[in-house]
Structures are given as structure tokens and as C-alpha cells.
């Protein structure tokens, strides 16, 4: 009788790149369809024009470069990228806003680093911060959750206002469009009044306008799905969230009239999902247990600071940005001890290293 | 070790260009395109001070000691750019109002005393006066492409304001390829003067590469790797 004999690896690795790609997008499933519950079609419209274009590109620079184009696609990165900065812009931003996300977050942000694995900063949120930074009028369009509803573009409606960039028939895009919570809070405060005032609006739930309380609580989810299936570590969710929960909450309980609650911090805005889901991007973030922390709690003091007096309402992908340049010190300063090891010396007893 | 004339012009205006093989200057290189007309006006304000300094430096080099040769080349550089400014101030009062500060920090230009002490100081007036034309014009160039490119991108126009440079006519250099709003602001922001120039030092790489006398096989990734440019004041 013979043995088959295989060679090595014998042990499958548990997650391959696809696989955890794959599984990311399942869990932006409950999240997506919330966003579109209310904010309408644009919502998909964008996360598939998103996905459409940061394919073709990461096909168009994989060709390039020479190198095999479908073993590249399959691994899915490209999608979620794709995925992830469509669910960053206003609903209905115009395609070209799209277009030009996409471009720099897959050719410049990732390509011509080197592609998967050794992009120092977050593809989709570079994308986002150029276009942020670039487009300030097309990305102020943010309808209004939940009151939208008059009369609701239908999704034909909302592809001819994303290729065109005009509203179909008479309508204005201020009677469309709303500031979100957090311009609202941030005009309310410079305008001097109170957060008890702003947020006695009707359309303030418990924490912060019902429509992103509950994109949020999908979102929640989706990463906590992640957490289950261990495609993320639980230390970033918790310092970005503790990150911002903390000194928001510090500031609130010394001047609860001109700080917005911890809650407000937390459920308004990209917190959730950039805690989740772009915080714990593999590649640039930091790998180190302690390392994962600090940038974590990082990410989330300085989304407290460049919201409450920095100069833009929200502040995840800058948050993000920067503490990607500080990941790779951290993971150098972190470095757990080698077993049998003193800390940064040589084994215990003197022996050769 | 002594290049012929047209080694000279080839060097500045490409194979050893200040702005994009030595990257000397990148401050005022990167702070200044914003627009072509202001590229313009610091290239021809720059190429002005190298020919200059070089002339200068290259008549006294038999007598400048050597042990205090560098100080002496930043009096004779400071003095041409003190009568450069003062000249702008004059003849061009609007785009020295623009240009600020980076015309009287035409001194710390590290491609001027680069040149100085690498060049002129130990060749010929003739040469040397070759030498630093032909370095300010590379210059010049690098900064009209950056200029244009960021001009255009950034809001729609080239040669805004070219007014201020050549007088009344001026007005009607100005082309506008779309309404200023549209205009892709990352251009004009700092960080897209960086990524602008780092796409042009990749883009004569890339030509370099073209024109490789032998090709080898294993050059796939030439345009990549140039994205980050050393930072050099």
C-alpha cells in the first residue's frame, strides 16, 4: 500500500485576502441598505458605479504593470475600496466625483505604491479626502434622511441626477438637500447657540438625527459580524470609539451647552463605520496588540479635535490619514517581547542571541 | 572632465535640470507654480540672478581665497538679488506684491551657489555664463510645466494676470478652458504641487527610459518609483 505523500504548506491558512474581502462586504450589506432606506437610490447607484470604476482601474494599472490582471481582481480589494468611498460621498454626487475618487485612490494611492499590501494610507480614504478637499460644493449635497420623502427621486430619477448633476424637473437642491448633524451642530455652535437648542429639533432622535442613529446601528452590525468571524481584532473598534466617547465626554460634563454628547459624537457621522470597517483596513493600519490600540485612540481623539475646532465638520478620513503615517513607528515601538526574552535585550542568562 | 558647449546646454536645460534630477529649489519651485504667470516671473527673476552670479563668481575665482570662497559668493548673490528685487519692485509692482517673499529668498536658492561653487568657479566667463543661462532656463521650464499644469487644472485658465508680466496686452494672453468654479482645488493646494511634481519627474524618467541606448529587461516598475521626491529647500 502507498501513502500519498503532499508537499508543504500542509496547514490552509484560515483566511485568505478574497476571503476576508469577501466577508467585509457582507457585513457593509445591512449598513448599504440602511444608507439607502434613507437616503434613497443614490446610495447604490454610487456604490455601483464605485465598485464598476475601481475595478476597471485596478485592471487598467495591474496591466501596466505587467502583472496578471485576474488573479489581482479576485482577491476583491478593488471592490471594497470602491465600495467604501461610494458610501463616503453625498448620495447623489455626481459620476465624475466618483470617477476622480476612485482614479487616486486606486492609481495613486495604491499602484503607484506598489499595490495590495504596501499602501501606507487607506486607497478609499485618500480618495475621499481629494475629492473632500477638491469638489467642497458637490460634497456638501447630503439629502435629508427620513424627510426626503415628498416626492422621492425614483432610481431613474437618481441615475439621470448622478450622470447629469442636476435634480430632474423643477426641483432645487436646497429643498433636496440638509445640513447633516454634524454641519448642523458645528453652524449651531458658531452661530452661539446651545446644544440643547440644536438638538431640540424634531428630527434629533436620542442621540442624533434618527436616519444616521440607525445607519449607524446597521453598521454596528456589520462590524460586529467582522468580529465574529475574527476577519478584525476587537482593539481598534474600541480605542476609535473610547477615542472619541472620552474627551467628548470629558468636554461635555464641563460645558454639556457648547460640547455635544459622547452619544452625539459617536452616532453621528463616519465613527461606526470607520471603526469597523476603515480603521481596520489590514494594510495600513498598525498590527501590534498595543500598536492597535494607540491608533485606534488616535484616530479617535483626533476625530474630536479636527470636529470640534478643526475646520471640517467630520473628520474620520483625515483621522485616518494621519495616523497611517504614524502606524509604522507604532508597530516599531510596540513590538511585543520575543519569548524568553527580556524586553529589547538578549535572552534571560546571557546566551547568544 | 571638461564637457564641450553643448554637454553644457544639455545638462542644464535636461539631463542634470536643477528642478528635476538635482531637485535643488524645490521651495519656491513648489510654492510659487501655482500659476504660470507667477512661474514665469520667479524663472526669469532665477535665471537672471544664475547668469549673473555665475559671470561674477567666474571673474573673481583666481582671487577669492579659498577659505572664505562660500561667503563670499553670498555677498555677490545676496547683491544681485537685492537689485533684481528692487528692479521688480519697480517695473512689476503687481506680481512682486504676489510673488512676496520668495523673490528675496532667491538667495537661498541651493541651485545658485550650487552652481557657483561646482561650475563657475572654476571655468571660464564664457562657460560659466553658458552654465547658469542654461540652468535657469531648465529651471524656468520645470516651473512653467508645474505652472500650467496646475493653472490649468486647478482653475481653468492659462496665463491669468498676464498683465502683470508683459503690460495691457497681457489681457488678452489669458485663455479659459472652463468656468473657474469647476476647477480641481487639490491642484492648487499644496499637496498637488507635490504630487504635480513628482508626475513630471516621473514623466522624463519615463522619457529617459524610452531612450535608454540599451534596453534591459528588468525595468517594469520605472515610473513608479519617482512619487516621492526628496524634500530639499
Redesign the interface.
Known sequence: MRFRTESSPHMIPAHSVSGVMQQVLMALVPGTLAMTWFFGWGVLVNVLLGVLFAVAFEAAMVAARKRPVMPTLADNSAIVTGWLFALAIPPLAPFWVTLIGIAFAIIVAKHLYGGLGYNPFNPAMVGYVVVLVSFPREMALWPAPDTLPESPLTLLQTLQTVLTGSLPGAQEWDAVTRATPLDAMREGLVSGRTVGEITASPLFGSFTETGWEWIGNFFLLGGLYLLFRRIIHWHIPVAVILGVAVPAGFFWMLDPGSYASPAFHVFSGAVIIGAFFIATDPVSASTTPLGRILYGAGIGVLIFVIRTWGGYPDAVAFAVLLMNMVAPTLDHLTRPRIFGRTRGGPPPGGGHA | MNPTLTDIIRDGLWHNNPGLVQLLGLCPLLAISGTMVNAIGLGIATTLTLLLSNVLVSLIRNHARPEIRIPVYVLIIASIVTAIELAMNAWFHGLYLILGIFIPLIVTNCAIIGRAEAFASRNSVPRAALDGLMMGLGFTGVLIALGALREILGQGTLMANAHLLFGSWGHNLTLQFYPS?HG????L?PPGAF?AMGLLIAAKNWIDHQFEPEPSASH??ST?ES?TAPDNA
Open positions: 468654479e480641481f482645488l487639490l491642484a493646494l504630487m517594469d516598475e513608479a512619487s
